[in-house]
């Protein structure tokens, strides 16, 4: 009952912070879009990494014509793999500046840009293709306008916030994972285990975080879950040490000594009467370490370590466009600069809430 109440305290008292409910519903918002981005990203082709070269670098709002002819191939992806990861054979598309429809074929110009004049072409349309596999002409917008690729840039930054989320979620559970084990047999038994792992501890936190990432990084390769497990096993250092500090002070106290009469063993002692306890402090620097390893993934990305073409990834987008910021086109390299800020301001206010709901003492 007294476990409720303080729950129950403690969740009211969240509820009465503005940015810590605003933040949790705007993580909440971009983790749904994380897991069904390919059903509300205007291109769901796989990565978001449909190239049109002759619409680089396009300004937001930008319209084009496109012409469109329907992928023929049989291809055996399931529909739940294709609203997961995307179209694995996405339609073609050419950007054109007009068009005209004649019995059995279009002829079209393909679009220029700077006052150029395309190339006519012409598009046989078999008598014998289904409808629902003849080229037709569509207007798309390109809300966030297009990269140096000419790749739809709001299908990419939707794309890369699964990227983020991902890193956090995992490098997260491997800090915590390894964090509340090893905290929790030094501040627990203490003697020559504490010793042990705090050595293991400060030689790790005496490492630049980066530069162990990086070393990391390439002793296991580039790739996805490279960055995934090189990240958590950076972070742990933190989680063990708060872990230690409060399994040190709570270990003394009467309903675990009392336990220990009962004849309980020390992993249920831990597992069932100490963790529940301090569990606080915990979910506060997890919420701390979300932001971190967002901010580190980015980092990795820039430096091209890390989620790799045609993957994206919203470190790489600064990487690629940061020269733009000087060329008249900032907007490249600050709309994904400020997505990584909200992701990550979102996690340490909703830390900060947690940290003032949690905090008994007041």
Same mark, same amino acid.
């Given at each position: 009952?007294?476990?409720?109440?303080?729950?129950?305290?403690?969740?009211?008292?969240?509820?009465?912070?503005?940015?810590?409910?605003?933040?949790?519903?705007?993580?909440?918002?971009?983790?749904?879009?994380?897991?069904?981005?390919?059903?509300?990203?205007?291109?769901?082709?796989?990565?978001?990494?449909?190239?049109?070269?002759?619409?680089?670098?396009?300004?937001?709002?930008?319209?084009?014509?496109?012409?469109?002819?329907?992928?023929?191939?049989?291809?055996?992806?399931?529909?739940?793999?294709?609203?997961?990861?995307?179209?694995?054979?996405?339609?073609?598309?050419?950007?054109?500046?007009?068009?005209?429809?004649?019995?059995?074929?279009?002829?079209?110009?393909?679009?220029?840009?700077?006052?150029?004049?395309?190339?006519?072409?012409?598009?046989?349309?078999?008598?014998?293709?289904?409808?629902?596999?003849?080229?037709?002409?569509?207007?798309?917008?390109?809300?966030?306008?297009?990269?140096?690729?000419?790749?739809?840039?709001?299908?990419?930054?939707?794309?890369?916030?699964?990227?983020?989320?991902?890193?956090?979620?995992?490098?997260?559970?491997?800090?915590?994972?390894?964090?509340?084990? +090893? %905290?929790?047999? #030094?501040?627990?038994?203490?003697?020559? /285990?504490?010793?042990? &792992?705090?050595?293991?501890? !400060?030689?790790?936190?005496?490492?630049?975080?980066?530069?162990?990432?990086?070393?990391?990084?390439?002793?296991?390769?580039?790739?996805?879950?490279?960055?995934?497990?090189?990240?958590?096993?950076?972070?742990?250092?933190?989680?063990?040490?708060?872990?230690?500090?409060?399994?040190?002070?709570?270990?003394?106290?009467?309903?675990?000594?009392?336990?220990?009469?009962?004849?309980?063993?020390?992993?249920?002692?831990?597992?069932?009467?100490?963790?529940?306890?301090?569990?606080?402090?915990?979910?506060?620097?997890?919420?701390?370490?979300?932001?971190?390893?967002?901010?580190?993934?980015?980092?990795?990305?820039? +430096? %091209?370590?890390? #989620?790799?073409?045609?993957?994206?990834? /919203?470190?790489?987008? &600064?990487?690629?466009?940061? !020269?733009?910021?000087?060329?008249?086109?900032?907007?490249?390299?600050?709309?994904?600069?400020?997505?990584?800020?909200?992701?990550?301001?979102?996690?340490?206010?909703?830390?900060?809430?947690?940290?003032?709901?949690?905090?008994?003492?007041?």
């Amino acid at each position: 009952m007294q476990n409720q109440g303080l729950t129950t305290l403690a969740l009211q008292k969240f509820k009465q912070s503005f940015w810590g409910v605003f933040s949790f519903w705007f993580i909440i918002f971009l983790a749904f879009i994380s897991v069904f981005v390919y059903v509300l990203a205007p291109d769901n082709s796989q990565y978001a990494n449909q190239m049109h070269l002759s619409i680089h670098s396009k300004p937001p709002g930008f319209k084009v014509d496109m012409l469109v002819t329907p992928n023929t191939s049989v291809s055996n992806q399931s529909v739940l793999n294709r609203v997961f990861f995307g179209r694995s054979n996405p339609p073609s598309e050419i950007p054109i500046s007009n068009y005209k429809f004649e019995s059995h074929q279009i002829k079209y110009t393909e679009y220029a840009s700077e006052g150029l004049t395309g190339l006519e072409k012409i598009v046989e349309i078999p008598t014998d293709l289904e409808p629902s596999l003849r080229p037709f002409v569509t207007t798309e917008t390109f809300f966030f306008g297009t990269d140096k690729y000419g790749r739809d840039l709001l299908s990419r930054i939707l794309v890369g916030a699964r990227i983020s989320f991902s890193i956090g979620f995992v490098a997260v559970f491997i800090s915590l994972f390894i964090g509340i084990l +090893l %905290g929790s047999i #030094a501040g627990y038994f203490g003697g020559k /285990w504490d010793k042990l &792992i705090m050595w293991v501890i !400060n030689v790790t936190w005496s490492i630049p975080t980066l530069l162990l990432v990086i070393a990391i990084t390439l002793a296991l390769g580039k790739g996805f879950w490279q960055v995934f497990i090189a990240v958590g096993l950076t972070m742990w250092v933190e989680v063990a040490r708060i872990v230690r500090g409060q399994v040190m002070g709570v270990k003394e106290m009467q309903y675990v000594t009392a336990a220990r009469a009962l004849g309980y063993t020390d992993f249920r002692i831990i597992a069932q009467h100490i963790l529940p306890n301090i569990l606080a402090p915990v979910i506060v620097i997890s919420a701390a370490n979300f932001a971190a390893a967002i901010l580190i993934e980015s980092g990795l990305s820039f +430096l %091209g370590i890390g #989620a790799q073409p045609p993957m994206s990834s /919203w470190g790489a987008m &600064i990487k690629d466009h940061y !020269n733009y910021i000087i060329l008249g086109k900032p907007y490249l390299a600050l709309i994904p600069g400020l997505c990584i800020m909200s992701l990550v301001m979102a996690f340490m206010l909703i830390g900060n809430a947690l940290r003032d709901a949690l905090d008994v003492k007041a």
